[in-house]
């Protein structure tokens, strides 16, 4: 059974940047995409970024457009997600997934890292 682990989440004042990672490891059925996705207190799960397996499509959602970017090694199976200019708005769990294509919601779920953004 394939896994996510998500690293680099924290606390980091307006205007801050962090730099989030997924690993994955063990075996996965087909995995055509991977996301990140983030829920903040009281709201749902919503995606923030999405990437194809070749790296070559990816996908923002309308609030975080400029500020990150998400990224993948061919040679590592990892997936990134540089986050700059945050606000208080971008404090979540952020939550990294795995699925087949970017249609779907991810078949895969890594348990989430907390950011923070306060002064």
């Known amino acids: 059974q394939g896994q996510l682990v998500e690293s680099g989440g924290g606390l980091v004042q307006p205007g801050g940047s962090l730099r989030l990672s997924c690993t994955a490891s063990?075996?996965?059925?087909?995995?055509?995409?991977m996301f990140w996705y983030r829920q903040a207190p009281g709201k749902e799960r919503e995606l923030v970024a999405a990437?194809?397996?070749?790296?070559?499509?990816?996908k923002y959602a309308d609030s975080v457009k400029g500020r990150f970017t998400i990224s993948k090694e061919s040679d590592k199976n990892t997936v990134d997600l540089q986050m700059n200019h945050l606000q208080a708005e971008d404090t979540a769990v952020y939550y990294c997934?795995?699925?087949?294509?970017?249609?779907?919601?991810?078949?895969?779920w890594g348990r989430g890292t907390q950011v923070t953004v306060s002064s």
């Open positions: 997934g795995a699925g087949i294509d970017f249609r779907t919601s991810p078949a895969y």
């Open positions: 063990g075996t996965f059925a087909v995995v055509g995409a």
């Open positions: 990437i194809s397996m070749t790296g070559r499509t990816t």
